[in-house]
């Protein structure tokens, strides 16, 4: 029963993330609540690299797990913390939490992996980020290279100079930098080849649809990320025949439910020899 009542509310709770200022700050006290509450956790999606059939990181996502609506998943609560500004405090928290958690597996003699957390525009727009970033950094003692930040191409084209300067601050401190969903944005190619990335994350959509002009797709991403230097991660690979294809393409990495979803912190032990 109780279970029945929950699943209302969340479908009242979705359906007013859509429409209704009332509801969308009562949403809005909600967050701060949960953000005061530490209602928020993450949890990790293992990437592998294909070569060596190893995982080389973990992308870190957050969960929202609300007393009566259960765990609400970040499309619901992000763009609404970003168009808040609650996601300054929470996405700095995100940060931390990677961190201490990569440098707490690291500590109990886990193979050292990287971390990958996700960016929002205003929260990679905002003055000293890097400084906040470093200084975490030293507060977990986690090394920077066991870091990555993901970014997007819409925030990339919103201001190119200050982001080529972010993320060339980013790149001296060691921290790594992907470009996350791939092919859903604008970029153009010459931004491509100015930002300094370390990696394209070829976006699910790509993935999952296997048709003729996607295939042509990801395998001029492959391509083109190659030729610039930058692997290539494909996120959203869920079948036997979407890692056989990338494996054919010569695709670095993958990420998706055919490997795992993602975890809690403490199940990622539970990962063979990783
Ligand atoms: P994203 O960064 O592109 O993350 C990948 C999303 O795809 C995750 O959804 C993941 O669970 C899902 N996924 C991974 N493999 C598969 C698969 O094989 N099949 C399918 N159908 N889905 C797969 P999730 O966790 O719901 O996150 C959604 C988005 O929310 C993320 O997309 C990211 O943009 C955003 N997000 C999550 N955590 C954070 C955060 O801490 N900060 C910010 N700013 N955004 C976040
Ligand atoms: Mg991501
Ligand atoms: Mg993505
Ligand atoms: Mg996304």
Redesign the pocket.
């Known amino acids: 029963v109780i279970k029945e009542e929950g699943r209302n509310e969340y479908q009242i709770f979705r359906h007013s993330l859509k429409e209704g200022v009332k509801e969308q700050l009562q949403l809005e006290a909600e967050l701060h609540k949960a953000m005061q509450n530490h209602d928020f956790d993450?949890?990790f999606?293992p990437q592998y690299d294909l070569k060596t059939n190893r995982i080389i990181g973990f992308?870190?996502?957050?969960?929202w797990f609300h007393d009566e609506m259960g765990v609400i998943?970040?499309?619901q609560f992000?763009p609404l913390a970003?168009k808040t500004g609650l996601?300054i405090e929470?996405?700095e928290w995100?940060i931390y939490e990677a961190c201490l958690q990569n440098k707490k597996w690291q500590d109990e003699g886990l193979p050292k992996v990287k971390v990958s957390?996700?960016?929002?525009a205003k929260?990679f727009l905002q003055r000293g980020l890097v400084n906040r970033v470093s200084q975490i950094l030293y507060e977990t003692v986690l090394e920077a290279q066991y870091l990555e930040i993901?970014i997007?191409e819409s925030m990339a084209m919103s201001n190119e100079y200050h982001i080529i300067e972010t993320l060339n601050r980013f790149s001296e401190l060691g921290v790594q930098v992907a470009l996350?969903?791939f092919g859903t944005g604008y970029s153009s190619l010459q931004y491509l080849s100015q930002f300094p990335l370390n990696k394209i994350?070829i976006?699910?959509m790509f993935i999952?649809n296997q048709s003729e002009q996607n295939i042509a797709i990801v395998k001029s991403i492959i391509h083109l990320s190659h030729a610039l230097n930058l692997k290539v991660i494909a996120?959203?690979?869920?079948t036997e025949d979407n890692l056989e294809f990338l494996l054919n393409e010569q695709c670095d990495e993958v990420?998706?439910?055919?490997f795992s979803?993602?975890v809690a912190a403490q199940r990622v032990k539970d990962f063979v020899d990783f």
């Open positions: 993450l949890f999606q992308e870190a996502l957050c969960r998943p970040p499309d992000i970003e996601i929470l996405g995100v957390v996700n960016l929002s929260q993901e997007t996350d969903d994350k976006d699910r999952q996120e959203g690979v869920e990420q998706g439910f055919y979803k993602p």
